[in-house]
């Protein structure tokens, strides 16, 4: 099993930034990918930054909506990874989530899918005011 703690979320002002953080713990070994997820009242679950998870770094992926924008990044020895958010939006306000995944390679869309992930965290709160 493994288990993801999310945390950084908060309120902000449009222009400005955040950083999540979500910390894993559990049977990691078999864990290839780690993606950022949020979903806004009434929409679905989009993924927003998803990353290779191995000890040199590997390819990251991004959703159109936030490329340039926000950047993630993993500390292994920490088991961490992160979400850089600058020039946020109010469009960018939503519960965000981490996930992990088994699998090893993965397209871009198929990092981005919420179906390819078992693990979950329990969300932390972004709101960007206008």
């Known amino acids: 099993q493994v288990q993801l703690v999310e945390s950084g979320g908060g309120s902000v002002q449009a222009g400005g930034s955040l950083s999540l953080s979500c910390a894993a713990s559990?049977?990691?070994?078999?864990?290839?990918?780690m993606t950022w997820f949020r979903q806004a009242p009434g929409k679905e679950r989009e993924g927003v930054a998803s990353i290779y998870y191995d000890a040199g770094g590997g390819s990251s992926y991004y959703a159109g909506s936030v490329q340039g924008r926000f950047t993630i990044s993993q500390d292994n020895a920490k088991n961490t990874v992160y979400l850089q958010m600058n020039s946020l939006k109010p469009q960018d306000t939503a519960m965000y989530y981490c996930a992990a995944a088994h699998g090893g390679f993965m397209t871009a869309l198929q990092a981005l899918d919420a179906a390819e992930y078992s693990y979950w965290g329990q969300g932390t709160q972004v709101t960007v005011s206008s």
């Open positions: 559990g049977y990691l070994y078999s864990i290839d990918r």
